[in-house]
T-cell receptor, first 112, second 111 residues
Framework: SQQGEEDPQALSIQEGENATMNCSYKTSINNLQWYRQNSGRGLVHLILIRSNEREKHSGRLRVTLDTSKKSSSLLITASRAADTASYFCATDVTSGTYKYIFGTGTRLKVLA | SQTIHQWPATLVQPVGSPLSLECTVEGTSNPNLYWYRQAAGRGLQLLFYSVGIGQISSEVPQNLSASRPQDRQFILSSKKLLLSDSGFYLC??????????FGQGTRLTVV
């Protein structure tokens, strides 16, 4: 079953603008991860944020986590055409076994 | 360093034919292993995961099965493929509480 839901489903912005994607999930988690997928390819890990963290940065990426609202956001600043991809959140649920459950994804298009 | 190999990259199979996709991991021991399927333009659906040799958990009832004959080998199989089995199959490994590492995927088209 799908644990996470990203919104928006699709986002189109101009190069240089910021892109914000949101992820909501249903159950308690150990951590939450964001991945990027270029068309028809494997997944690239972007960032992992643990359940006891509220914000994390990596280069142009900023991730926030609100466990009370069961939600996370991914901000890409100063976007580039190369950021065009689908972005997924994945939760590592606290079920005793580590299963990575993915959301439905946000398709980001950055226009040059 | 850890790597994950998944093959083939693309596969076209007729309806009713068998399937075997293989995934191997290097550079780590006793990983958790995962098979995901992604329909066109959709998210990743967890099909199977394994926490050890011979230990397989199925997440979604379907026409597929998985096996883990060795610690770092994970195989996805079908005896008779259906059209609905078409999709992008991804193998991954992870260890408790840390990030997952993905293979490059196999695009399966059942015709």
């Amino acid at each position: 079953s799908q644990q996470g839901e990203e919104d928006p489903q699709a986002l189109s912005i101009q190069e240089g603008e910021n892109a914000t994607m949101n992820c909501s999930y249903k159950t308690s988690i150990n951590n939450l991860q964001w991945y990027r997928q270029n068309s028809g390819r494997g997944l690239v890990h972007l960032i992992l944020i643990r359940s006891n963290e509220r914000e994390k940065h990596s280069g142009r990426l900023r991730v926030t986590l609100d466990t009370s609202k069961k939600s996370s956001s991914l901000l890409i600043t100063a976007s580039r055409a190369a950021d065009t991809a689908s972005y997924f959140c994945a939760t590592d649920v606290t079920s005793g076994t580590y299963k990575y459950i993915f959301g439905t994804g946000t398709r980001l298009k950055v226009l040059a | 360093s850890q790597t994950i190999h998944q093959w083939p990259a693309t596969l076209v199979q007729p309806v009713g034919s068998p399937l075997s996709l293989e995934c191997t991991v290097e550079g780590t021991s006793n990983p958790n292993l995962y098979w995901y399927r992604q329909a066109a333009g959709r998210g990743l659906q967890l099909l199977f995961y394994s926490v050890g040799i011979g230990q397989i958990s199925s997440e979604v009832p379907q026409n597929l099965s998985a096996s883990r004959p060795q610690d770092r080998q994970f195989i996805l199989s079908s005896k008779k493929l259906l059209l609905s089995d078409s999709g992008f199959y991804l193998c991954a490994w992870g260890k408790g509480g840390f990030r997952a590492f993905f293979g490059q995927g196999t695009r399966l088209t059942v015709v």
